[in-house]
């Protein structure tokens, strides 16, 4: 689960974030994104070590690289 700074589970009241709001390119998103699950970071290695099971089921918050520049 993704939470904002305050522990609570993200939402609207944290505002909204597009992927042109944190001036990254989808793949370094998406490397971000994988990392926080412990998965690798090319899509291919991705996948193959992709298992339901394995996911971290600590809260997780937004790297400040991903937030809201504006």
Do not use: C, N, Y
Not at 21 to 31: C, F, I, K, M, V
Not at 38 to 57: K, S
Request: aromatic content about 2%; charged content about 25%; cysteine-free.
């Amino acid at each position: 689960m993704v939470v904002g700074d305050d522990g609570e589970r993200l939402a609207k009241r944290h505002g909204a974030i597009t992927l042109a709001d944190t001036g990254l390119a989808g793949d370094e998103l998406l490397a971000i994104l994988a990392a926080s699950l412990g998965l690798p970071p090319a899509l291919e290695e991705m996948l193959r070590a992709f298992d339901p099971g394995e996911l971290p089921r600590d809260p997780w918050t937004i790297p400040q690289e991903m937030r809201a520049t504006t």
